[in-house]
């Protein structure tokens, strides 16, 4: 449908952890491509990230690897100019780079985790918007997309990822008011539960539980058909947030969940 024909995308986090699914970054990578976007992918795994270069490539679309910490300010800024640089502006900022690694309880996660956490889910996202929006504010016009997830609404054990996907809501609609009159919006996706890499992958990894004890037991949360969703899911209303079709909407969170936030309260 080309509904980013001529767009320039950053996807961050645009590789993925291995595993047998496709992660959300790379889909969304993809899917942006497909529609007509040529994308910048950034990710600390140089190979990952070529890996869907590759596959992008392969289809015929246009895509550039850059391999960065997002964490860290001067090489967010060097992202932002690389991208402009090469491709002539930017469009579309989508911020996908989260972890929980080390997350526990309020009185048993160790400082450096919460640091760690806060830093890769939500201050990595204020950098990176910091060095975009001013390009986007002299185009007059932009998309920033960030992804947060159910658990900034839901209960849970782990008290950073917990709080670092709620407060990426507030960042978000704080940008989106903060540059509404420079013709630049700004939403939040929020994913349920997902079988990706890093869920599905990550969790068996560091509970011992078998793949497929694991998919039954999340697929069973879901109210939606009992199944999970998958990267595609997220990717499809990316691209609807980014597409000139969401054009009138900003400063809203998307779940993209099956229904599971439908249970909070």
Known sequence: ????????????GAGQTPGTTIGNGRATA?????????????????????ETQ?????????AMVWTMDVTNEDQCIAMARACKDHFGRIDILHNNVGIGTGDRGAT????????????????????TCKQVIPIMREQG????????????????????????????????????????????????????LMN??????????T?????????????????????MGTAWDVAHAAVFLASDEAGFITGVNLPVDGGQSLRVG
């Open 1 to 12: 449908m080309q509904r980013l024909k001529d767009k320039v995308a950053i996807v961050t």
């Open 30 to 50: 993809i899917l942006f491509a497909r529609e007509g976007a040529k994308v910048m992918l950034v990710d600390r795994d140089r190979e990952s990230a070529t």
């Open 54 to 62: 590759q596959m992008i490539e392969a289809e015929g679309f246009q």
């Open 108 to 127: 048993s996660i160790s400082l450096d985790a919460w640091d760690n956490i806060m830093a890769v889910n939500l201050t990595s996202m204020l950098l």
């Open 141 to 192: 016009s932009g998309v920033i997309t960030n992804i947060s997830s159910v658990a900034a609404w839901a209960a849970t054990g782990m008290v950073a990822y917990k709080t670092s996907k709620a407060a990426i809501l507030a960042l978000t609609q704080n940008i989106a008011m903060g540059n509404a009159h420079y013709g630049i919006r700004a939403n939040t996706i929020l994913p349920g």
């Open 196 to 205: 990706t890499p890093m869920a599905i992958e990550g969790y068996t990894a």
């Open 207 to 227: 509970t011992g539980k078998p793949r497929e004890e694991v998919i039954a037991a999340r697929d069973s949360r879901v109210p939606l058909g009992k199944k």
